[in-house]
């Protein structure tokens, strides 16, 4: 009879380890496809940020030609100005 009941106890701290195990792998595979999800996103943002850092490269460099333009405008409109300076000075000078 002791036998018994030492079968029957022991068969169902079995049994409770079978169901633990049962559970550990229920919520193991949970966390495996909540990791999954997680993965997905973090590759989502990885692409959403390239494309970012790009747009802004582009507008750096777009920012950095327009600076330039506007620099050799500014250049070019001084030479302007200084040839029609001079040339106001030739009109000038032969109107004499």
Known sequence: MQQYNQLEILE???NKTIQLIDKLQAENNELKRYNAELINKVQEQEKINQ???KGYHKLKEQQNNSHFTLEKEEEIKQKVEGMLAKLDNLQHISSL
Do not use: S
Request: hydrophobic share 35%; glycine share 16%; proline share 0%.
């Open 12 to 14: 169902g701290k079995i």
């Open 51 to 53: 494309k970012l850092r």
